[in-house]
């Protein structure tokens, strides 16, 4: 900031359920240690963050507990869940390990019920952060973050099952949608229309068509976004 003022964005970590190195055997983070993750968090922003992105999580209310405390502390800037829409057993354990997430006992207990059912697993995945993200709108929310992990049809579907008119038109555009047209989709969504520079150095929206073509034109030469999360 003190460099480039404003010319970045600058995103920080938040963590709904504590970082992992302060969740104990229990699976839970100590008042004590949230207060001094929360102060931390407080001195990332007044250092010059733009807004937070969490850890995964599995539970609604851990998120929104998270927004409460982040309130009380006076941080005001926009905060985006981190939605990972699961993929298999075994992915969703690996990650809930590393990150020691909570997930619910009815979500697991229906995951070890599909285990061996590929395909209803992933749909599964789609139905179950479908309705998270419904249930964060209601809250409130306008942002997501999908860490897609270079498995974008899930997040796809998701954007679909949601019926956001911007999605269905870009669905309605792109014949085969590509991993790095996730990022513009999700920028179309969170910001409006996405405004291209012309030559003449005005901005100017582009129509839902356009996108789409620009999307599949940089799909091409782009590699990057959709590895780590979009």
């Given amino acids: 900031k003190a460099n480039y003022g404003d010319f970045f964005s600058i995103a920080v970590a938040g963590y709904p359920e504590g970082h992992p190195v302060v969740i104990g055997e229990s699976g839970l983070c100590s008042e004590e240690d949230m207060e001094k993750e929360m102060a931390y968090l407080k001195e990332k922003i007044d250092a010059g963050g733009d807004y937070i992105i969490t850890q995964l999580f599995y539970d609604n209310k851990h998120f929104f507990k998270f927004v409460e405390r982040c309130q009380k502390i006076g941080i005001t800037c926009p905060i985006l869940p981190g939605m990972l829409p699961m993929q298999s057993l075994a992915g969703l354990k690996r990650m809930v390990d590393l990150c020691k997430t909570d997930v619910p006992a009815d979500v697991m207990a229906k995951a070890e019920s599909l285990k061996d059912d590929d395909v209803a697993f992933k749909q599964y995945g789609v139905d179950l952060t479908a309705a998270m993200i419904e249930e964060l709108v209601a809250g409130g929310v306008k942002h997501m973050h999908y860490y897609?992990?270079?498995?974008?049809?899930?997040?796809?579907?998701?954007?679909?099952?949601?019926?956001?008119?911007?999605?269905?038109?870009?669905?309605?555009?792109?014949?085969?949608?590509?991993?790095?047209?996730?990022?513009?989709?999700?920028?179309?969504?969170a910001d409006g229309p996405i405004r291209k520079l012309s030559d003449d150095g005005t901005c100017a929206p582009m129509p839902v068509a356009s996108v789409a073509a620009y999307a599949k034109q940089l799909a091409s030469t782009l590699h990057f976004m959709h590895s780590s999360g979009v």
């Fill in 148 to 189: 897609t992990l270079n498995t974008t049809p899930s997040t796809f579907a998701i954007m679909k099952k949601l019926r956001h008119p911007h999605i269905v038109a870009l669905y309605e555009c792109i014949d085969d949608p590509v991993a790095d047209s996730v990022y513009l989709v999700m920028q179309y969504v």
